[in-house]
């Protein structure tokens, strides 16, 4: 993922995917791994994944404002 993206992600964003920009698929990424892989003999791995996700997710606060959400996973109220 992060080969994908590279450290300009940091510096700017861009757009990735229809909906979806550069730093939005990170912090997607980052949140889906730690979703599924907790714990367990990926525990190093986890921790390191977790502390990004919180540094990541620090520096762009704004960015889970104005990701895209899939319509199924949508709850009352959010278009």
Do not use: K
């Amino acid at each position: 993922m992060l080969q994908w993206f590279g450290p300009e992600a940091l510096e700017r964003d861009g757009p990735w995917a229809p909906r979806l920009t550069v730093r939005q698929a990170l912090l997607w990424h980052v949140e889906r791994f730690m979703a599924f892989g907790i714990g367990g003999p990926l525990a190093a791995m986890t921790d390191a994944v977790d502390g990004l996700a919180h540094a990541l997710g620090r520096r762009w606060c704004g960015e889970r404002e104005r990701m895209y959400v899939w319509p199924a996973l949508r709850t009352a109220g959010q278009s």
